[in-house]
């Protein structure tokens, strides 16, 4: 069972939720590049994802590397997501793999896929009867250059798992909020994941043995266009919520 957990970007939404989970069930070392401004489990490391000697260090003695740091605008300029989302992942990569760390869970985004839905969806087609689902296989489409950014942390991911064999799970997380989202918002419910189930599910990835993925992180909603198989499947995935269930919140 891994015990020690490199979390980048633990300040923001996702590490929040991981955190909410999880701060009790592993030794975490904590990375932002924002000092805390509230107490964290574990140690807490102030970086730029990009510092490379500070990033070495912080993965010594590490098993797991949950990678969540980057800039996470999706309107983000070219040479933001440049250094902070490609060139930082291609770090934590490296460090990673001379560090001797057991498996990267990266978090991608359906940013990485936006695109399908230029031709493929409309507001009216997030509904229960739906068969058409993305499942991880199909091609890339980002939808802006952020998304462009996740597929090259995706393609990064796979460069090091065929070179270096280190494991990789690419998380393209949907809509996380604490709460529920509105309920006229039908495309933030087919895409809804919850701070339980993401809690939940990055520690599936600390957990679970795989080689390289691509899941889509979302909750089990009635109304979704990713599929949650291959996540239940390879991670044993178990997801609690379903924005259906608050339609007559």
């Known amino acids: 069972m891994a015990q020690s957990v490199l979390l980048t970007g633990a300040a923001g939404r996702v590490g929040e939720a991981i ?6 069930d592993y030794e975490w070392r904590l990375l932002d590049r924002d000092p805390p401004t509230e107490d964290y ?3 807490f490391v102030v970086a730029d994802i990009t510092e490379d000697e500070t990033i070495r260090e912080a993965m010594e003695g590490i098993d ?4 969540l740091a980057g800039d996470p605008r999706k309107t983000a300029p070219w040479d933001s997501v440049l250094t902070n989302n490609i060139d930082g992942t291609q770090t934590v990569f490296e460090a990673a793999v001379d560090a001797g ?17 230029t031709d493929e969806r409309t ?7 739906d068969d058409y689902l993305l499942d991880g296989t199909e091609q890339p489409r980002p939808g802006n250059l952020y998304g462009v950014s996740k597929v090259a942390g995706e ?3 796979r460069y090091y798992h065929d070179e270096y064999g280190i494991s990789v799970v690419n998380v393209r997380i949907g809509n996380l909020t604490e709460n529920h989202p509105p309920i006229d918002y039908e495309r933030g419910q087919a895409m ?18 795989y080689d390289y993925e691509i899941v889509y992180g979302i909750s ?8 949650i198989e291959r996540a239940k499947e390879v991670l044993g995935y178990e997801p609690q919520d379903n924005s259906a269930a608050h339609n007559d919140d």
């Open 19 to 24: 955190l909410g989970g999880l701060a009790d």
């Open 41 to 43: 489990p574990g140690e």
């Open 64 to 67: 797991v590397v949950l990678h």
């Open 101 to 117: 760390v057991e498996k990267v869970a990266f978090a991608s985004s359906n940013h990485a896929v936006g695109h399908y839905e």
């Open 123 to 129: 507001p009216e087609m997030y509904r229960a009867d």
């Open 155 to 157: 393609a990064l991911g």
């Open 192 to 209: 809804w994941l919850s701070y339980r189930d993401c809690a939940h599910l990055f520690d599936r990835c600390i957990q679970a043995d």
């Open 220 to 227: 089990d909603n009635d109304r979704k266009y990713y599929s």
